[in-house]
């Protein structure tokens, strides 16, 4: 690397490509706009290569960019760890950014964090919760540091660790004709409507996959974001539901929806992601091991 680069400059890139403005990166490091616009012009004369491309007053990384992006986050994350080193107060430090899928970041993350907590007295983390595909994406963008997310990925980047798994549902209106069978005939779902989450959903990739194929002439009812509005979209009998069974489970207990038992096996596991290319750093090394520990007490 050029001997003229330095770590306040790579700390400017790394918050630009999290913070996509140089307005927002500026108030993250707590510099003017314009020391942020100056490391920036900077590091790229020194590289010789733009990092951004100028849109609509919001920079967007480039292939060089890209190519900067892990070794500039290994480097700050192994400065980060030189400090460490000789600090005797504290075994672990720095901010850990996690990415959850929304059953994983609903009704485990926060669980998983808990404990974490207690056994590290570590309290410096975030939590993003979304699709899964949009996880990913973060996390391939580095603007995550991992994540914990149900359903497949297939980025090649991404290196996934099962931790633990879960099962599928099928869920209806309680006064659903359906909701009275201890068994149902798949052939009984032909042409039924669905109340499904959006594109990128690992609940939805589920049903895609495992149940979908295996119903005649189904249509989508609904397209929702959240699993809280599928659930009350099915009590309100806008279709049946397909959705991890740890989202279910208050719903199924309160009444406000039915379970209905299909012959398909609807297990799915959840992942582990981290980017090939990320530095792990003690933290997010005790992180990974602790999750896959937790995951184990589960089965």
Known sequence: MNPHISFKQLNVFSAITQ??????????????KAAVSMGLAELEKQLGHPLFDRVNNRLILNQEGHKLLPLADELINRLGDISLMF????????????????????????????????????????????NSAHICQKLVDFELDIALIEGEHH????????????EMCVISSPNHPLAAKSMIEL????????????????????????????????????ELNTTEALIN?????????????IAAQYALESLRVSKINVPVDMQREFWILIHKDKYQNPLLKHFIEFCVKWGNTQK
């Open 19 to 32: 913070h996509k403005t140089l307005t927002a990166a500026a108030e993250h490091l707590c510099l003017s």
């Open 233 to 245: 979209s099915v009590a309100a009998g806008l279709g049946f539901g397909c959705l991890s069974n």
């Open 187 to 222: 052939s009984s779902l032909d042409n039924s409507h669905w109340v499904l989450r959006e594109q990128g959903s690992g609940s939805r990739d589920c049903f895609m996959q495992n149940l979908a194929p295996h119903i005649g002439n189904w249509h989508t009812s609904v």
């Open 155 to 166: 980025h090649p980047d991404i290196i996934a660790i099962p931790f633990s798994q879960d």
């Open 87 to 130: 600090n005797d107060k504290q075994v672990m430090s720095g901010q850990l950014r996690i990415g959850s899928s929304d059953t994983v970041g609903n009704h485990l993350t926060p669980i998983i964090l808990s404990a974490f907590r207690q056994q590290y007295h570590h309290e410096s983390q975030s939590l993003f919760v979304s």
